[in-house]
C-alpha cells in the first residue's frame, strides 16, 4: 500500500458542503489501496477572523496566547472533517500537531519544526485509520502550543512526508497549481507543469502564495516531490521536484517560469549615516535581534563621509522595525529615517536564466518602456527583483508577462 500525505487549505474546507467534498476525495484515496494521512488548514478566513478580534482586545497580544488561539481554527477543520468521513463509514482518527508528534522549538508564532515523532501517525495508519492531522502548529519545549508561521499547514504536510517517507504529497488548493503569473491578475497565464524546488522557493519568497517557503526548503532537503493541485478538479496540476528530473523532462529550460509580486513590502532609508566600519552591522544585527528579516538592501557611495542605506522588510514588521531604527539611528549625529509604505517588489523566475545573459537588460527595457521606475534591484542566479511604486505593479506584471510569452496562446504556438 502506498502512503499518500493530502494536504487542505483553508478555501478547500471553508464550509460544510467543501468539507464532505473533501471527505469524499479522502474516502477515493483510500479506496484506492492507499494509506491517507491529511493535513487540513482553518477553516475559510477564520486565522484572519481571530486575528481581527484579538486585535480588537490589545494591540500587542501576548504571543504565547496568539498561539493558543490561532491553533483553535486548525481544530475546527480536523474534527468536522473526521466526522465527515466517520458518516460515509469510513474509520478515521483526528489528531492534534502534538498528537501527531509534531515538536518544534521555543519561537512562538513562527516556530521551526524539530522532531516528528512517526510512531503516533504510524500506529494509527496500522489500525487502518485514515489519520486528520492539524497544519500549522506543533509542540514547543516548555509543552505548550506553538505555530509554525503563515501558511505553516504546507510545512505539516511536507514534514510530515518527509518523516513518514510518503509515496506522494499532494498539495490542495482552489487554484489548480502554480501559474507564470497569479491568475487573478492575469487571465491568460499559463500554468506550470513542473517547477524546480529553487523556483519555487523564490517564487515564494517574491510573493506567489501557493506555498510556503519553508515547506519548499524542507521538501527540497529531503527530496520530497509536491504535487499542488486543485481541490475541485482532477487535473494533473504542478510538480515540485528537483531540477535534474525537469531537465531530463525538457531539452531546455524556460527563460522565465514565472512572475511574482508582493505588495506586502516597506522601504526604509537611513540618511546620511557616518561611513565607518560596523555602521551596518550595527543597524542589521539589531534588526536580527528583534526577528526582524530584512530582503533587499542598497548602500549609495559615501559623499563627505556620509551615505545612505536602503532596504525592504515585510509590512507586518513595519512598527518594531522602525522603534528599533528610532532607537539605533539616533545614535548617529545627523541620521535620519524614512519609510515608503507605497511600494512593490516584481520579480521574473527562471533556470534558464542560469545559461542566457541579457535577462536583466531585457526586463530593465520593457520596464523603461511603460514608464515605470525602479527604485532597487536584487539578484540571485535565477531571480531578478525590482522594487517599484505599487501603483505600477499590475502594468509591470502584465508587461513582462507578455514580453516574455508567458501566456497560454504564447506556449501553445511554441509546442
Do not use: W
Not at 473533501?22 to 486565522?47: E, Y
Amino acid at each position: 500500500m502506498a502512503l499518500v500525505v493530502m494536504k487542505f487549505g483553508g478555501s478547500s474546507v471553508a464550509d460544510s458542503d467543501k468539507i464532505k467534498h473533501v471527505a469524499s476525495r479522502i474516502v477515493a484515496k483510500k479506496k484506492a489501496g492507499n494509506k491517507v494521512v491529511a493535513v487540513v488548514s482553518a477553516p475559510g478566513d477564520m486565522t484572519d477572523d481571530l486575528l481581527t478580534m484579538a486585535n480588537k482586545i490589545t494591540s500587542d497580544p501576548p504571543v504565547r496566547e496568539m498561539d493558543m488561539l490561532l491553533a483553535t481554527g486548525e481544530m475546527v477543520s480536523i474534527s468536522l472533517l473526521a466526522m465527515a468521513i466517520d458518516a460515509v463509514g469510513a474509520k478515521v482518527i483526528s489528531m492534534t500537531g502534538p498528537q501527531a508528534g509534531i515538536t518544534a522549538d521555543a519561537d512562538h508564532t513562527r516556530a521551526r519544526i524539530k522532531k516528528i515523532n512517526q510512531k503516533k501517525v504510524k500506529d494509527q495508519l496500522d489500525k487502518n485509520n485514515i489519520v486528520i492531522v492539524a497544519g500549522f502548529q506543533a509542540l514547543n519545549p516548555n509543552g505548550d502550543i506553538t505555530t509554525l508561521g503563515r501558511g505553516g499547514s504546507d510545512l505539516t504536510a511536507v514534514a510530515l512526508a518527509a518523516a513518514l517517507e510518503a509515496d506522494s504529497c499532494e498539495i490542495y488548493s482552489d487554484v489548480e497549481g502554480v501559474y507564470a503569473a497569479d491568475p487573478r491578475v492575469i487571465k491568460d497565464a499559463k500554468k506550470i507543469d513542473y517547477v524546480s524546488y529553487d523556483e519555487m522557493l523564490e517564487m515564494a519568497g517574491s510573493g506567489a502564495q501557493v506555498l510556503q517557503s519553508r515547506s519548499v526548503e524542507v521538501a527540497k532537503k529531503f527530496g520530497v516531490e509536491i504535487h499542488s493541485r486543485s481541490t475541485f478538479s482532477e487535473n494533473q496540476g504542478t510538480i515540485i521536484t528537483s531540477e535534474e528530473k525537469i531537465r531530463r523532462k525538457k531539452m531546455e529550460a524556460l527563460l522565465v517560469s514565472g512572475i511574482a509580486f508582493d505588495r506586502n513590502q516597506v522601504k526604509f532609508t537611513i540618511i546620511d549615516l557616518p561611513d565607518l566600519p560596523g555602521v551596518a552591522a550595527k543597524i542589521f544585527g539589531g534588526l536580527a535581534k528583534i526577528g526582524v528579516n530584512v530582503d533587499m538592501i542598497v548602500q549609495s557611495a559615501a559623499v563627505d563621509k556620509k551615505n545612505d542605506i536602503s532596504f525592504t522588510i515585510s509590512r507586518q514588521d513595519m512598527k518594531k522595525t522602525q522603534m528599533e531604527l528610532d532607537k539605533t539611528v539616533s545614535e548617529f549625529d545627523g541620521a535620519s529615517v524614512i519609510c515608503d509604505e507605497h511600494i512593490a517588489k516584481i520579480s521574473i523566475i527562471g533556470i534558464g536564466m542560469k545559461s542566457n545573459p541579457g535577462v536583466a537588460a531585457q526586463m530593465f527595457e520593457i520596464l523603461s518602456k511603460k514608464g515605470i521606475n525602479i527604485e532597487m534591484i536584487s539578484t540571485s542566479e535565477i531571480k531578478i527583483s525590482c522594487i517599484i511604486d505599487e501603483v505600477d505593479v499590475i502594468k509591470a506584471v502584465d508587461e513582462l508577462h507578455k514580453d516574455f510569452g508567458l501566456s497560454k496562446k504564447k506556449q501553445e504556438n511554441l509546442m
